[in-house]
């Protein structure tokens, strides 16, 4: 299976900030990678597919890009309602596989 | 607009089956792939299989084969996930996800989730 490693597990940022996660591939997987926001309680929502593109509706703040084994998962602007666990998941090969989540709280 | 509706809350014991049902509207039900993805406490997402509903097809997670089956009754655009001999590891919030577009012959080779229902609580416990 390949592996997906998110970095970091856990993020502190203030209101304005610029935000940063990575996700790590343990294989190739040219740009099969997606990211989803998850708030407490709530099913996941596609954000951004194959690395980089922005999902209908999703405000521009939030981007991807990467390809291979590196990904990054950006917010230019950290707003109080991007509180949430975010997670990468890989579809290159079955069985698609999750990161381990990032959860994002506001300092 | 496209919206996946699931069935209730469960509390099976050890070694029971339990069935999730996944009611899909605002969309052609049998032109895209129903995804099925569980998350335990504390755990990351897991994907667990996948069904054409168009033509039946499935493809399961091997870790769960042999344990979990999904089907679909287009007539009503519901998907169904199965999963039996359950132990207390399976307690988890189970979610069905719409994925790729499929044709007849074949599914496109983009797999995204979206949108995803509401999620079951399966709690197997003695």
């Given at each position: 299976d390949i592996q997906m490693t998110q970095s970091p597990s856990s993020l502190s940022a203030s209101v304005g900030d610029r935000v940063t996660i990575t996700c790590q591939a343990s294989?190739?997987?040219?740009?099969y990678l997606n990211w989803y926001q998850q708030k407490p309680g709530k099913a996941p929502k596609l954000l951004?597919?194959?690395?980089?593109n922005l999902h209908t509706?999703?405000?521009?703040?939030f981007s991807g890009s990467g390809s291979g084994t590196d990904f990054t998962f950006t917010i230019s602007s950290l707003q109080p309602e991007d509180i949430a666990t975010y997670h990468c998941q890989q579809y290159?090969?079955?069985?698609y596989t999750f990161g381990q989540g990032t959860k994002l709280e506001i300092k | 607009q496209v919206q996946l509706v699931q069935s209730g809350a469960e509390v099976k014991k050890p070694g029971a089956s339990v069935r999730v049902s996944c009611k899909a509207s605002g969309?052609?039900?049998?032109?895209f792939a129903m995804h099925w993805v569980r998350q335990a406490p504390g755990q990351r997402l897991e994907w667990m299989g996948w069904i054409?509903?168009?033509?039946?097809d499935t493809k399961y997670s091997q870790k769960l084969q042999g344990r979990v089956t999904i089907t679909r009754d287009t007539s009503a655009s519901t998907a169904y996930m199965e999963l039996s001999?359950?132990?207390?590891?399976?307690t988890a919030v189970y979610y069905c996800a719409r994925g790729q577009y499929c044709s007849t012959f074949n599914c496109y080779r983009g797999v995204w989730f979206d949108?995803?229902?509401?999620g079951t609580l399966v709690t197997v416990s003695s």
């Open positions: 294989q190739d997987i040219s740009n951004i597919y194959d690395a980089s509706g999703v405000p521009s703040r290159d090969d079955l069985p | 969309y052609s039900f049998k032109n054409n509903a168009g033509n039946g001999s359950l132990r207390s590891e399976d949108p995803w229902g509401q």
